[in-house]
Structures are given as structure tokens and as C-alpha cells.
């Protein structure tokens, strides 16, 4: 039986256009695959940036420039404007169907790591 999940990723990035969709799709892919997840079973995925990422929205760099999520409902917003909140940061969560009791993991890269040290499971050398 399969139940709905969230799968919450983040990573920090330069705010150009190359750095944006390599960091993007190295956090998707390796939550998909740390999870054994297809596409067929996401249902949404939702990207906040902080506001010093402008060079490209992470949504269109998903779908347009690294072939995913071509059926997916994407949504991007900007993250709240906090004192002393991690610049250069591009979150993701995916709302997904998994087994039930799946062992869900999450990623958190390239200096993102601080934001949840007690639920980062990041696997560079995977992808």
C-alpha cells in the first residue's frame, strides 16, 4: 500500500544560470533516486529560493534545461527575507507516493547541510 510523502531537499548555489541547473538537478536526482522514486509517483514539487537567486527560476530549469519533470506540476516562490538565514539557497519538496513505512530520505548539499544536519543523507558520488 502506498501513502503520501514529502521529500525536502535544499542547496546553496552561485546565482548564474549554470551553477542554478547543475545544483538543481544533481539535489532532484539523488532524491529520487535515494528514494527509488519515478516520476509516476510524484505528485507536485515545490522550489523556494532565497531572494539572491535571480539568474533563472529552479522550475524552468528542471523541465526546460535538464529534461524532468515534463508532466509534473511545478511552483517556485521567493523564501522569507530573515536576518541571518542561509544566502544562495534553492529548497525543494516533493510531494510523492512510496511504499508505506518507506525509509524516506532527503537531501540537503554544497553547504546546505547546516540547514538540517540530523536529516541530510546527501550521496555525491551516486550520481
Not at 513505512?101 to 546527501?122: F, I, Q, T
Amino acid at each position: 500500500m502506498k501513502r503520501l510523502y514529502a521529500l525536502r531537499g535544499a542547496v546553496q548555489c552561485e546565482n548564474t544560470q549554470d551553477d542554478i541547473c547543475n545544483q538543481v538537478a544533481l539535489m532532484y536526482e539523488e532524491l529520487l533516486h535515494l528514494n527509488g522514486l519515478d516520476e509516476e509517483g510524484i505528485v507536485s514539487v515545490i522550489f523556494s529560493v532565497t531572494c539572491d537567486i535571480d539568474a533563472v527560476n529552479p522550475c524552468t530549469v528542471l523541465r526546460k534545461r535538464c529534461g524532468a519533470a515534463n508532466s509534473l506540476a511545478l511552483f517556485s516562490v521567493q523564501e522569507p527575507q530573515c536576518k541571518n538565514s542561509l544566502e544562495r539557497t534553492i529548497r525543494i519538496i516533493i510531494h510523492c507516493y512510496l511504499e508505506e513505512g518507506a525509509n524516506v530520505k532527503h537531501v540537503y548539499r554544497n553547504g546546505a547541510e547546516v540547514l538540517r544536519p540530523d536529516r541530510s543523507c546527501s550521496a555525491p558520488d551516486i550520481i
